[in-house]
């Protein structure tokens, strides 16, 4: 059936190194993404999305890169701080869809 | 704007026994949605309102559960009865419109024991 997943379930970055985060999704109607970032104890929190129509994405320390080719979606973090740890997902819907499908989340720590 | 206010926050009651989750999406908005969130399963949608009219209650898991939005600043989810495979963390979120990115709440954590 079609997901939305991740391919690693962990990542272990150094302190002021750049983090990069993939997303891989089936679903080829897919036309807005979503990356949330959800602390414990927290909701997820929303960070950055990008639309079909765009291949990147900037915002504060954080980059979305889309590849519609091969169904492929990144988050970036640049200069990783240790408030960056946290489970990062991605989510997806298609057009005029309201069913956010979200990934099974990556885990990122942050060494000091 | 203080964002999607869920209660309670966290939740321990007995197999058997009827729990309320409450959600106050924030102002403006006219989306809401419900989501569990388990360890084996994630997130997962269980309703969406719009204007505060269920549109898809396909997620919601059995007829245990219910949820309403009598008014467009509150909504509620039912499970009567609970059961202890029912312990998750529940999240409320709402939008803007309903393809945009979603505002979660900080969740109700059910144990049912």
């Known amino acids: 059936g079609e997901s939305v997943g991740l391919h690693l379930p962990t990542l272990s970055v150094q302190e002021g190194d750049n983090s990069i985060i993939n997303c891989a999704y089936s679903n080829s109607a897919s036309d807005y993404f979503i990356w949330y970032k959800q602390e414990s104890g927290k909701g997820p929190q929303f960070i950055i999305d990008?639309?079909?129509?765009?291949d990147k994405r900037q915002g504060q320390r954080v980059t979305v890169l889309l590849n519609k080719t091969v169904k492929h979606l990144s988050l970036q973090i640049a200069a990783t701080q240790p408030g960056d740890s946290a489970v990062y997902f991605c989510?997806?819907?298609?057009?005029?869809?309201?069913?956010?499908?979200f990934g099974a989340g990556t885990t990122v720590t942050v060494r000091a | 704007d203080a964002g999607v206010i869920q209660s309670p926050r966290h939740e321990v009651t007995e197999m058997g026994q009827e729990v309320t989750l409450r959600c106050k999406p924030i102002s403006g908005h006219n989306s809401l949605f419900w989501y569990r969130q388990t360890m084996m399963r994630g997130l997962e949608l269980l309703i969406y309102?719009?204007?505060?009219?269920?549109?898809?209650d396909s997620g919601m898991p059995e007829d245990r559960f219910s949820a309403k939005m009598p008014n467009a600043s509150f909504s509620t989810l039912k499970i009567q009865p609970s059961e202890p495979r029912d312990s998750a963390v529940y999240f409320c979120a709402s939008s803007f419109l309903g393809d945009t990115e979603a505002f979660f709440g900080q969740g109700t954590r059910l144990t049912v024991v």
């Open positions: 989510a997806e819907n298609g057009v005029n869809d309201y069913k956010l499908s």
């Open positions: 309102f719009n204007n505060n009219v269920p549109i898809d």
């Open positions: 990008i639309r079909s129509n765009m």
